[in-house]
């Protein structure tokens, strides 16, 4: 009960900061940093990696992350925390177009997108004016933090598997993240408000973890 409370405090006191730190976003008071770090970013990297970042794009879309949160909260068998963890990501593209539509935070220029479409999905596509905040890097976030709580939280899984799972999902969060910036799909701040969202979202979906499966052990007890 005391970790879910934690959690749950967590995870609202981010959500607050989202709240704060999209006021900030409104206010254009981050354009300057926006601006440099995309430059600078695209300054560095080599377009070589224009393909791979790209694929994340398509990895990283509403369909396929729907499709394994989905896979991932059936074989999970958690069923108040996966319905509550589906009910948060609900939750966040609902955020996500309400802040697309109000905050007033313009994408970056179309001479620095750097993306390949490699697959479309025209059936879930938001088409806003605004870019805050950023889509993918939210679901990546939310995803990896489900996976990093269900690893850790696993008693068949080694401490060394762990440790290597935990990095894999780091490189795919860290390529995730930098890509939004670099192919020029998103301003880092759009990638930072997308992060906390998604983050609060989903500490506040794992706080339902455990609390109602102990209830229901003590309630088989009794009878």
Excluded at 153 to 170: A, Y
Aim: proline share 3%; glycine share 8%; aromatic share 14%.
């Amino acid at each position: 009960m005391r970790r879910n409370l934690i959690y749950f405090l967590v995870g609202l006191g981010l959500f607050t900061l989202f709240v704060l730190y999209s006021y900030l976003v409104h206010k254009d008071l981050f354009t300057k940093l926006d601006f440099d770090t995309t430059v600078r970013l695209q300054n560095n990297i080599s377009r070589r990696f224009d393909d791979l970042f790209s694929y994340f794009s398509a990895i990283g879309s509403f369909e396929p992350m729907s499709i394994v949160l989905i896979a991932l909260v059936a074989f999970w068998r958690k069923i108040i925390a996966g319905l509550s963890l589906l009910i948060g990501f609900v939750g966040f593209h609902f955020i996500e177009i309400f802040g697309k539509l109000f905050v007033d935070h313009l994408p970056p220029p179309e001479f620095l997108l750097r993306t390949k479409r490699l697959v479309e999905y025209p059936q879930f596509h938001v088409r806003a004016e605004f870019s805050y905040p950023s889509g993918h890097a939210g679901r990546a976030v939310f995803m990896g933090a489900i996976l990093l709580f269900i690893i850790w939280n696993s008693n068949r899984i080694s401490r060394e598997i762990k440790i290597i799972l935990s990095l894999i999902i780091g490189v795919y969060l860290g390529i995730m993240l930098v890509s939004r910036v670099y192919l020029g799909e998103h301003w880092t701040t759009d990638v930072v408000g997308g992060s906390i969202l998604a983050l609060a979202l989903s500490m506040i979906g794992l706080s339902t973890y455990k609390l109602f499966p102990l209830h229901l052990k003590k309630s088989k007890t009794t009878h």
